[in-house]
């Protein structure tokens, strides 16, 4: 059923998290693109294909830190959902946090879902991998403007 590349947009500013859930995604079953940005500022440049990414594609999923350099991850969230261009790209908060007010005020700018990262590698691998297994192989994504609806 997967006709085009699955993009996903990973926003996190810790390497070791970028590697571990580069490699968790990977997936030689379908046919996908993996783009990795830093902060609140460059994720916000990819998606409205400004600065150094204007050929950059409309994302599929998009994986959110909270704390990120620049502009935190909420915020992101915001401008997100206030943009009609923007606000229904799924995204799932990934995040170092387990405080219910943050993952309530996460879940009020309507993402789809909220992962707290494990602190054991193994799990953390573990969690990537389930979430890679159920938006690469059984959620549809929306389609895109160029697709038409």
Request: glycine share 4%; charged share 25%; aromatic share 6%.
């Amino acid at each position: 059923m997967q006709e085009r590349p699955i993009e996903v947009l990973v926003v996190e500013d810790n390497e070791a998290d970028q590697h571990l859930t580069t490699s968790a995604l990977r997936d030689a079953r379908i046919s996908y693109e993996i783009h990795v940005v830093e902060d609140g500022e460059q994720a916000l440049a990819f998606l409205r294909h400004q600065a150094g990414f204007r050929s950059s594609p409309r994302p599929d999923l998009v994986l959110l830190d909270l704390n990120l350099p620049r502009k935190n991850g909420f915020e992101v969230l915001e401008e997100m959902r206030a943009d009609a261009q923007l606000r229904t790209i799924p995204v799932i908060v990934v995040s170092g946090s387990d405080r219910s007010a943050d993952i309530a005020r996460a879940y009020g700018l309507q993402i789809a879902g909220y992962l707290v990262k494990p602190l054991n590698v193994d799990e953390y691998f573990t969690a990537i991998r389930a979430l890679k297994e159920l938006w690469f192989h059984s959620v549809v994504p929306p389609p895109r403007e160029s697709e038409g609806t």
